[in-house]
């Protein structure tokens, strides 16, 4: 019974509030979010990378537009659009792509296992409500996407899922000189 209550609020994560996000950030898809004009601050995460040999630092990439996308192995909108965000690494080198697992480790390592990703992928556990809050997501939704300029405030951010056209108009708005 209680697997059945987890499944159940795991597909009202990813369905119920990132579909109605969604719609809403469709809407102002040119422009950035209320919430990421709003952040000026610089922001700062240090998480273990999801095999656990080491911490990685947003201050590490320094001067390096950046994207976030937060994902479960249990929301499918997280595992659609896994191949296009793997593609959008390839397309724009000079960003540093980022995933964080709001899932547990094992779970993430084995959905991780069938998908061909390129770009580090750390891992949030316990954490991420409070994590993705601070990045812009109040509901924490999945899946969450964010762009971050070079000094690494938030410029764009979506929750639901996102195509490349988005990331791409989100990416030469947000970072037009590392294009």
């Not at 422009?31 to 201050?59: C, F, M, N, W, Y």
């Not at 659609?80 to 792509?97: C, D, K, R």
Request: net charge neutral; proline share 6%; charged share 15%.
């Amino acid at each position: 019974m209680r697997a059945l209550a987890v499944m159940v609020s795991a597909l009202v994560l990813c369905f119920g509030l990132g579909t109605a996000n969604a719609m809403d950030a469709e809407s102002t898809q040119a422009k950035p979010s209320p919430s990421a004009q709003a952040h000026d601050k610089v922001l700062e995460l240090e998480l273990a990378e999801l095999d656990g040999t080491q911490i990685l630092r947003l201050a590490d990439y320094a001067g390096t537009p950046m994207v976030l996308n937060f994902w479960g192995s249990f929301c499918p909108p997280c595992v659609a659009e896994m191949p296009m965000l793997h593609q959008q690494a390839l397309n724009f080198p000079g960003v540093q792509f980022v995933g964080i697992a709001v899932d547990d480790r094992l779970k993430a390592r084995a959905f991780l296992q069938s998908q061909t990703v390129t770009y580090p992928q750390l891992l949030a556990p316990g954490q991420s409500d409070g994590i993705m809050r601070r990045f812009g997501d109040k509901t924490g939704a999945l899946p969450y996407t964010v762009v971050l300029d070079v000094r690494h405030r938030l410029c764009a951010s979506k929750a639901g899922g996102i195509d490349s056209n988005w990331l791409a108009d989100s990416l030469r708005r947000c970072a037009p000189s590392n294009l």
